[in-house]
């Protein structure tokens, strides 16, 4: 009987029951935690394992029986299991599922056929399920294990063991002797050789990691059939294929080959620590140094993770003693959660104790959240991996697939089975959150609007040393008060002076050329030349006398002075552009706010809102909307909003060391309601601004087309 047999035809107990493949073979398994036996079904052309529980062993060991009531009978009559033709029927659908029958039909060959057909097209959507973790299988290192492993019996000796323990003492006293050389060697890895040498280093340490795994396997007497590459979001890693310790019956030897790997790399990483010690400066020191410090922790940091299939799930797993973990934590938590919104009234899809299954949920829920960012992250990085469009497909197929597509299978469960949502409490709760929650994402109720701003006196002046100088006199401290025209700072410069000086002289020779020109005939001659540098020389000492005018800081406004150099003090010099002073007219105040390009739409001129200084001791005060830029912001003026001085506008320093944001901003100006002094210096803050309502789903998708269209380059 072939599984498609099985699909059309009911199953019935006086049907013969189809033929096991002859090489399959059965293994004793591990004990549950509960103590409940377990065993293993090996196919070893497939190189799989099914774990099987008691029920299903004892029928598979009267397989031979060939009849189904007879084999129900005899397990009845020789155990306490009580099984049905139902139990019957499930092994065989699973035998079947997973081509354990032997097929003797033409119809059962047309299905195989069928299925290496498809194995072999792995078609367009095959690749983007799996575009993210391929394997390819290099090499079988089951012939060098079994004519190398003889020769490495030292390494699980207790002498190796004492020795790879004072090796971690010895080198470590001696590290902590010359700490700072050693902490040196890390900038040796910023070049090319150093990188070379980074490489080689982790590429020891890896291939290392796979030996362990490989010769902890092979002397529990596991075949190893595989060693390779696999391709983990386009980056390689070696892999080795370990998976006939399924077969193992202590859980204590699958948890030595788990952990194999990782303690290869301690290790290496204990001798390599020692070993740096004792060799010179160079290239190989560097690559020891690696060994003992990076790859150790990179390797515990990634295979100790759980909540991925590597060294620290299969860990988590046989300590637990749950076999596939993630699918059973995964199905217990959807039960939990499933009962506790809508009350099913489902059995629980298997029994465990309860502190295992309080394990199993937490596990389960922190698997579901760390997916949620890995793949979010994935999801930028494939973005940035390609080119555009190719990065935006990508990625929304990630955050589709692996994000969206979960979501979407477990709300339609949902929605299939509302009929059998119970009138309990959690359900009427959960119906009332679910509806409360699309009226937050639907209902146009947001209308605030709040961006980063600065309240700063509407006239203020800066000033800055306009040439290299020094000071002569200083006639104000900050707190005086100024009148336009009054001079702060009285600066000299000497090499202004000298050219001052030399213009004039020149000024006198040429003014006494053009005026005596009549007496020589020379001096005649050249009267049109004499006239033009005349004419030069008179506008290059108009210019050196406007610039020794700008050497006296005169304030330009009434007000305060609220910022001064300090110490500044008579005969200092200073550099050109050298910040000096600032003075602020308190008349009157402005706020001058940067909103996002995703709020621009929603906020006009007119406008009414709050500025709330970042100074608590500050009251916030109402304002207005004056104006909008009707393009973006292309550089700061002020540099307390830049996320380079700490603010909350995110922005970078150009090659001419000017502020530029990030993303696209606009800037807004915008005038306190009430009359008052404008403040002291320049402080920041938030506005809040009463805009045009809109949903919050609505704001979603404005900003997800926005970022469509700008980082596509339509």
Not at 200 to 222: N, Q
Not at 316 to 321: A, I, K, P
Request: overall charge negative; aromatic content about 12%; glycine content about 6%.
């Amino acid at each position: 009987m072939t599984a498609a047999t099985l699909e059309r035809n009911s199953f019935s107990a006086s049907m013969s029951l189809p033929a096991l493949r002859q090489e399959l073979t059965l293994h004793p398994g591990v004990r549950y935690a509960e103590g409940m036996p377990t065993w293993t079904l090996q196919d070893p052309v497939a190189n799989r394992f099914f774990r099987l529980n008691w029920l299903d062993f004892e029928l598979l060991s009267r397989w031979h029986m060939g009849d189904a009531e007879a084999i129900i009978a005899d397990i009845a009559s020789h155990t306490t299991l009580e099984p049905t033709v139902e139990d019957v029927e499930n092994l065989i659908k699973f035998l079947a599922a997973n081509d354990l029958l032997e097929v003797r039909t033409e119809q059962g060959l047309e299905r195989l056929r069928e299925q290496a057909a498809r194995a072999r097209k792995r078609g367009f959507k095959w690749l983007l399920k799996n575009y993210l973790f391929m394997r390819f299988p290099l090499v079988s290192p089951q012939g060098f294990l079994d004519r190398t492993a003889p020769y490495l019996q030292w390494i699980w000796t207790k002498t190796f063991f004492v020795c790879t323990v004072l090796s971690v003492l010895v080198g470590g006293v001696l590290v902590l002797r010359q700490w700072d050389t050693f902490i040196a060697t890390f900038p040796y890895f910023f070049n090319v050789e150093g990188f070379l040498t980074m490489a080689l280093s982790l590429s020891v340490a890896k291939v290392m990691h796979e030996l362990g795994h490989a010769y902890t396997a092979h002397r529990y007497g596991c075949r190893v059939p595989a060693m390779g590459v696999a391709l983990l979001v386009l980056w390689p890693v070696l892999y080795t294929d370990a998976t006939e310790t399924w077969k193992l019956e202590s859980r204590g030897q699958r948890l030595k080959v788990g952990a194999a790997g990782m303690t290869a790399e301690l290790i290496l990483a204990a001798y390599a620590t020692l070993l740096w010690n004792f060799l010179p400066d160079g290239p190989l020191r560097s690559s020891i140094f690696l060994l003992a410090t990076t790859t150790w922790l990179i390797t515990l940091v990634i295979n100790l993770n759980p909540f991925m299939r590597f060294d620290g799930y299969y860990l988590l797993s046989d300590s637990l003693g749950v076999a596939n973990l993630q699918e059973r934590a995964f199905g217990l938590a959807r039960w939990r959660m499933r009962e506790l919104l809508f009350s099913f009234g489902d059995p629980a899809p298997e029994y465990f104790p309860p502190h295992r299954a309080r394990a199993l949920l937490l596990y389960a829920y922190g698997t579901w959240v760390y997916r949620f960012f890995l793949f979010l992250g994935i999801a930028l990085l494939v973005y940035h991996l390609f080119f555009k469009l190719l990065g935006i497909f990508l990625m929304l197929v990630e955050l589709t697939w692996f994000i969206g597509r979960p979501l979407y299978m477990e709300f339609k469960e949902w929605i299939q089975r509302r009929g059998e949502i119970s009138t309990s409490g959690n359900a009427r709760w959960t119906v009332l959150g679910l509806l409360l929650f699309l009226a937050l994402l639907l209902v146009p109720w947001q209308s605030q609007v709040s961006a980063p701003a600065l309240w700063r006196s509407a006239e203020y002046a800066r000033f800055f040393v306009p040439s290299a100088s020094y000071v002569e006199t200083v006639n104000v401290s900050p707190g005086d008060q100024v009148q336009p025209g009054d001079i702060l700072v009285q600066l000299v410069s000497p090499d202004l002076d000298y050219d001052i000086a030399r213009g004039q002289k020149q000024l006198e020779i040429l003014m006494w050329k053009v005026k005596f020109q009549g007496l020589d005939r020379q001096l005649l001659d050249q009267a049109p030349v004499s006239l033009q540098e005349l004419q030069a020389e008179t506008a290059a000492q108009r210019a050196r006398m406007e610039e020794k005018e700008q050497l006296q800081l005169r304030s330009s406004v009434a007000g305060v002075v609220t910022e001064m150099r300090e110490p500044l003090s008579p005969g200092e010099w200073l550099e050109e552009g050298a910040p000096l002073a600032l003075v602020v007219s308190r008349e009157k105040g402005v706020v001058e706010s940067y909103i996002s390009e995703g709020d621009l739409q929603r906020v006009q001129e007119g406008h009414h809102g709050m500025f709330y200084p970042s100074d608590l001791g500050r009251k916030p005060f109402e304002v207005v909307v004056k104006a909008i830029d009707n393009g973006s912001t292309k550089q700061l003026d002020e540099p307390y909003l830049a996320s380079t001085h700490g603010g909350p506008v995110a922005a970078r320093q150009n090659a001419e060391g000017e502020l530029v944001p990030q993303a696209p901003i606009y800037r807004m100006e915008l005038v306190p309601v009430a009359e008052g002094l404008g403040p002291e210096q320049v402080l920041a803050g938030t506005v809040t601004i009463e805009g045009e309502r809109e949903s919050v789903i609505s704001y979603l998708a404005r900003k997800v087309v926005s970022v469509l269209i700008r980082e596509s380059g339509f």
